[in-house]
């Protein structure tokens, strides 16, 4: 534990990298990468390339199709 003083119109700034996950990304049920592009913790961009999800960035509508093609060249 890191422990400080902070005087009067001091500020910090911490940042801490995200962890490596559990498993192989495109075999995480499409409900669930939905729910966290919905929640704001990820992009529609990153759910396409790092679950192999296609959806619309707007409506969240999952392109079934897209999706399946994208998780086939992966071997998911």
């Known amino acids: 534990m890191i422990s400080t ?3 009067a119109g001091e500020r910090v700034y ?4 995200g962890g490596g996950g559990w498993g192989d990304p495109h075999l995480r ?3 669930a990468v939905v729910r966290d592009v919905s ?3 990820l992009s529609a961009a990153a759910a ?3 679950y192999g999800v296609a959806l619309d960035e707007t409506t969240l509508e999952v392109d079934d199709a897209a999706t399946a093609r994208l998780r086939a060249r992966c071997g998911s």
């Open 48 to 50: 396409r390339a790092e």
């Open 5 to 7: 003083t902070m005087r």
């Open 39 to 41: 929640d704001g913790k």
């Open 29 to 31: 049920p499409v409900e």
């Open 14 to 17: 911490h940042r801490q990298p």
